[in-house]
Protein backbone atom coordinates (compact mmCIF):
# COMPACT_ATOMS: atom_id res chain seq x y z
CA UNK A 1 0.00 0.00 0.00
CA UNK A 2 1.11 3.25 -0.66
CA UNK A 3 0.97 5.81 1.59
CA UNK A 4 -0.43 9.59 0.48
CA UNK A 5 -0.18 11.76 2.97
CA UNK A 6 -1.03 15.76 2.29
CA UNK A 7 -1.57 18.74 4.07
CA UNK A 8 -2.43 22.59 3.12
CA UNK A 9 -2.65 26.02 4.60
CA UNK A 10 -3.32 29.40 3.36
CA UNK A 11 -0.68 32.06 5.03
CA UNK A 12 -0.44 34.99 5.27
CA UNK A 13 1.52 38.27 7.26
CA UNK A 14 4.14 38.66 9.82
CA UNK A 15 2.98 35.10 11.42
CA UNK A 16 3.17 33.09 8.26
CA UNK A 17 6.49 31.43 8.11
CA UNK A 18 5.97 29.97 11.66
CA UNK A 19 2.49 28.78 10.53
CA UNK A 20 4.42 27.23 7.66
CA UNK A 21 6.50 25.18 10.09
CA UNK A 22 3.77 24.42 12.48
CA UNK A 23 1.91 22.82 10.02
CA UNK A 24 5.10 20.73 9.04
CA UNK A 25 5.69 19.43 12.08
CA UNK A 26 2.10 18.15 12.22
CA UNK A 27 2.92 16.68 8.80
CA UNK A 28 5.60 14.50 10.25
CA UNK A 29 3.49 13.66 13.39
CA UNK A 30 0.76 12.39 10.81
CA UNK A 31 3.09 10.69 8.99
CA UNK A 32 4.57 8.69 12.05
CA UNK A 33 1.18 7.73 12.72
CA UNK A 34 0.75 6.46 9.63
CA UNK A 35 3.47 4.18 9.66
CA UNK A 36 5.93 6.43 7.88
CA UNK A 37 8.10 8.33 10.18
CA UNK A 38 10.32 10.64 9.31
CA UNK A 39 14.16 10.96 10.29
CA UNK A 40 15.53 13.84 11.93
CA UNK A 41 17.77 15.26 9.31
CA UNK A 42 15.07 14.97 6.89
CA UNK A 43 12.72 17.02 9.26
CA UNK A 44 15.20 19.46 9.36
CA UNK A 45 15.64 19.98 6.05
CA UNK A 46 12.18 19.85 5.17
CA UNK A 47 11.75 22.43 8.33
CA UNK A 48 14.49 24.88 6.50
CA UNK A 49 13.12 24.79 2.95
CA UNK A 50 9.60 25.67 4.27
CA UNK A 51 10.54 28.34 6.06
CA UNK A 52 13.08 29.82 3.77
CA UNK A 53 10.31 29.59 0.74
CA UNK A 54 7.41 30.74 2.67
CA UNK A 55 9.46 33.33 4.16
CA UNK A 56 10.41 34.62 0.41
CA UNK A 57 6.80 34.44 -0.87
CA UNK A 58 5.21 36.53 1.96
CA UNK A 59 7.92 38.92 1.22
CA UNK A 60 7.87 39.28 -2.02
CA UNK A 61 4.03 38.56 -3.10
CA UNK A 62 2.05 40.76 -0.84
CA UNK A 63 -0.85 38.71 -1.15
CA UNK A 64 0.37 35.68 0.99
CA UNK A 65 0.80 31.95 -0.25
CA UNK A 66 0.18 28.38 0.09
CA UNK A 67 1.82 25.70 1.40
CA UNK A 68 1.42 21.97 0.36
CA UNK A 69 2.81 18.75 1.81
CA UNK A 70 2.81 15.32 0.24
CA UNK A 71 4.66 12.32 1.81
CA UNK A 72 5.19 10.40 -1.30
CA UNK A 73 6.80 6.93 -2.07
CA UNK A 74 10.52 8.64 -2.06
CA UNK A 75 10.21 11.29 0.02
CA UNK A 76 7.97 14.91 0.79
CA UNK A 77 6.88 17.24 -1.60
CA UNK A 78 7.18 20.58 -0.47
CA UNK A 79 4.79 23.23 -3.14
CA UNK A 80 4.57 27.02 -2.27
CA UNK A 81 2.47 28.74 -4.31
CA UNK A 82 2.51 32.67 -4.66
CA UNK A 83 0.86 35.81 -6.57
CA UNK A 84 4.07 37.00 -7.90
CA UNK A 85 5.29 35.81 -11.69
CA UNK A 86 8.79 36.94 -10.65
CA UNK A 87 11.06 34.20 -10.02
CA UNK A 88 14.03 34.27 -7.37
CA UNK A 89 17.12 35.06 -8.10
CA UNK A 90 20.36 33.84 -6.69
CA UNK A 91 22.42 37.19 -4.86
CA UNK A 92 25.48 37.23 -2.96
CA UNK A 93 24.70 36.39 0.84
CA UNK A 94 25.06 39.64 3.05
CA UNK A 95 27.89 38.10 5.09
CA UNK A 96 27.14 40.94 7.84
CA UNK A 97 23.53 39.27 8.33
CA UNK A 98 21.26 41.68 7.93
CA UNK A 99 20.07 41.46 4.22
CA UNK A 100 19.70 37.96 3.47
CA UNK A 101 20.61 36.29 0.21
CA UNK A 102 20.64 33.08 1.67
CA UNK A 103 17.24 31.68 0.86
CA UNK A 104 17.31 30.54 -2.87
CA UNK A 105 21.07 29.32 -2.72
CA UNK A 106 19.75 26.90 0.10
CA UNK A 107 16.59 26.03 -1.28
CA UNK A 108 18.76 24.31 -4.44
CA UNK A 109 21.10 23.14 -2.45
CA UNK A 110 19.37 20.96 0.21
CA UNK A 111 16.22 20.01 -1.97
CA UNK A 112 15.89 17.97 -4.90
CA UNK A 113 13.64 18.32 -8.02
CA UNK A 114 13.60 21.93 -7.82
CA UNK A 115 11.44 23.26 -10.28
CA UNK A 116 9.26 26.43 -10.98
CA UNK A 117 5.97 26.29 -12.32
CA UNK A 118 4.36 29.84 -13.34
CA UNK A 119 0.25 30.02 -13.49
CA UNK A 120 -1.78 32.83 -14.96
CA UNK A 121 -2.13 34.50 -11.35
CA UNK A 122 1.28 33.75 -9.74
CA UNK A 123 3.85 30.37 -9.27
CA UNK A 124 4.68 27.38 -7.52
CA UNK A 125 7.89 26.72 -6.12
CA UNK A 126 8.09 22.59 -5.58
CA UNK A 127 11.12 20.97 -4.19
CA UNK A 128 11.40 17.66 -2.59
CA UNK A 129 13.14 16.01 0.67
CA UNK A 130 14.15 12.48 -0.73
CA UNK A 131 13.37 9.43 1.88
CA UNK A 132 14.30 5.79 2.07
CA UNK A 133 11.43 4.04 -0.11
CA UNK A 134 9.06 3.13 2.05
CA UNK A 135 8.85 -0.62 3.07
Not at 40 to 66: F, I, K, Q, W, Y
Not at 79 to 97: I, K, N, Q, W
Request: glycine share 10%.
Amino acid sequence: MTLRLRQHRDLHGTAAAAAARDLTRHFFVDACRSGRPVAPDAMDTALLLVSELVTNAVRHASEGCALDLEMEADGIGIDVTDYSSAEPTVRTPDLEGSGGGWGWALVNGLGRDVRIRHRPSGKTIHTRVPLPPAE
